[in-house]
């Protein structure tokens, strides 16, 4: 059974600056990895996907805004997120797409 766990949440004030981590117990050969987030109004959001082979599809609420990178030998996936405002203040998950691999999640807090 794949693990996923997040960290780097936290509280953060706008137009600031936090980098999530996400670290598998498995190795993601060939496998798409994703970030989303939720808030309690909303569907859980797709932010951005990596494939193994590094292309990168943003949505279109962080484009411009975030990144996100993985390091596979590390089995560890990153979303850098910059420019930071108060809208993007959700629970953080990173995930297999194709797969039911989720992380726990992580608070992100972004302060007006």
């Known amino acids: 059974q794949v693990q996923l766990v997040e960290s780097g949440g936290g509280l953060v004030e706008a137009g600031g600056s936090l980098k999530l981590t996400c670290t598998a117990s498995h190795s993601p050969t060939n496998q798409s990895v994703g970030w989303y987030r939720q808030t309690p109004e909303q569907h859980r959001e797709l932010l951005a996907v990596?494939?193994?082979?590094?292309?990168?599809r943003y949505g279109d609420s962080v484009k411009g805004r975030f990144t996100i990178s993985r390091d596979d030998a590390k089995k560890t996936f990153y979303l850098q997120m910059d420019r930071l405002n108060p809208g993007d203040t959700a629970i953080y998950y990173c995930?297999?797409?194709?797969?039911?691999?989720w992380g726990q999640g992580t608070q992100v807090t972004v302060s007006s």
């Open positions: 990596i494939m193994s082979g590094g292309r990168t």
């Open positions: 995930h297999w797409p194709g797969t039911t691999h």
